[in-house]
């Protein structure tokens, strides 16, 4: 799980801090850079894990000149990203600390480290690289416990099943984003392979649309991430693909929502070779059956779809933009408690005040971050209801009633003075 996300000069992001909880939800006006943070995470999550900034772009029809900031003269992008690592074999907090150059499009310096662990897991000055391997398959607070001077970079230690660091190796290659991209997992060692692949899980759906949910998915296009593709192109692959097991559950996932559904088609057009989508309905045991394809599905609909369909895939993390479009206020509530409730961890933003009375005082009290411009145009974040405005309107209101009863701009600045502090 991302416990916080630091990046300096990405469009409006300029020395921005932001902390996670498991359930996300920002908040805060229309420019004020809810959508940036999103597309942020994914852009580090991309070149972190997979390199091809260049590929990351094309997606998005942009160039590097829309991602670096214009607010500041900084050259370069800085980055650091903490990830609590609980998987059953370890417990552990990693701290990735990275500057990217956008003119060469890679990582100039990177450092990756256990907090509390004395020697880090990888360092890179763009040139050179090391690697610390360890190799011991116990919890992670085997490694903190042990003494600083029983380790050094030349793999000697008194405790050589603890750990081997490798000498400094030159980089020999072109590469593009994080030198982690380019290292097989053999040669990153365990616990390095395993934080990188769980920021690998990662995916923003920032332009989520059902005009996207309703193209035919083509049978045979590679999907990385094994999900519902980006902003949901892939979804009929997806769920063709899905487990009959999941299938099943998949819908009765949807009638919570939908009772009339009672069927999930994907079926294969051997003209265009590709998969489409469609529903059955029936709203009474007398009716007839409709048959639905994607085209004519409701917005509603098909976005909740995407949006249970998506929890079962391998992802841990995913982003969602204005969850509240196109979804019906009754089912909304239904949404956002499967969300809360989800394994997963969940980033989304929102401009209604309703999404956060679906939420209980405490979940909104760790999910709700307001995002705001301060007087230079810089977004910043924090916690709404750490504002003692915001705190003092919670003891009397819902949460989205106490959103709804102030001036997010007068938060905002209520905020932006204790961060100038």
């Not at 690592?85 to 990693?94: I, K």
Request: include cysteine.
């Amino acid at each position: 799980m991302i416990t916080r996300f630091y990046i300096d000069n990405f469009k409006s992001l300029v020395d921005f801090d932001l902390e996670l909880a498991k359930f996300n939800c920002l908040i805060g006006l229309n420019g004020a850079g809810k959508s940036t943070v999103l597309q942020a995470l994914d852009f580090v999550s991309h070149w972190m894990t997979q390199g091809g900034v260049e590929k990351w772009l094309e997606l998005r029809d942009w160039n590097m000149k829309d991602v670096k900031s214009s607010l500041t003269k900084n050259k370069h992008i800085k980055i650091v990203l903490e990830i609590k690592l609980n998987d059953g074999t370890s417990n552990a907090n990693f701290r990735w600390e990275a500057t990217f150059n956008p003119g060469k499009m890679c990582c100039i310096n990177e450092k990756l480290v256990v907090v509390g662990f004395p020697v880090s897991l990888f360092e890179s000055d763009g040139k050179r690289y090391s690697i610390c391997q360890l190799y011991n398959q116990k919890p992670l607070t085997v490694f903190e416990s042990v003494k600083y001077e029983e380790f050094n970079f030349c793999g000697k230690s008194r405790e050589k099943n603890y750990y081997k660091c490798d000498y400094y190796k030159d980089i020999d290659f072109e590469y593009q984003g994080s030198l982690l991209s380019q290292l097989t997992d053999h040669r990153l060692g365990d616990f390095v392979r395993r934080f990188k692949q769980e920021l690998s899980r990662l995916r923003a759906f920032d332009s989520f649309s059902p005009d996207c949910l309703r193209v035919a998915a083509k049978k045979d296009e590679q999907n990385d991430k094994q999900d519902i593709g980006i902003n949901g192109t892939q979804i009929a692959k997806f769920i063709r693909d899905l487990k009959q097991e999941e299938k099943d559950s998949l819908l009765k996932s949807l009638q919570g929502y939908y009772p009339q559904v009672t069927e999930i088609i994907t079926k294969l057009n051997r003209a265009t070779d590709s998969i489409e989508l469609e529903i059955v309905e029936q709203y009474s045991p007398d009716s007839k059956p409709v048959r639905t394809k994607a085209d004519h599905i409701n917005d509603g609909l098909l976005r909740t779809l995407a949006l249970l369909a998506e929890q079962y895939s391998p992802l841990e993390t995913l982003l969602f933009d204005e969850i509240e479009n196109g979804i019906n206020p009754e089912v909304t509530e239904k949404v956002v408690d499967a969300l809360v409730s989800s394994p997963k961890q969940i980033i989304v933003t929102t401009h209604s005040p309703m999404i956060l009375n679906y939420m209980s005082d405490e979940v909104a009290k760790e999910a709700v971050t307001l995002i705001y411009k301060n007087s230079h145009g810089h977004t910043h974040a924090t916690r709404f209801f750490n504002v003692p405005s915001a705190a003092k309107k919670l003891t009397s209101l819902a949460p989205g009633d106490a959103m709804l009863d102030l001036y997010l701009q007068e938060v905002a600045q209520e905020a932006e003075a204790t961060y100038a502090q």
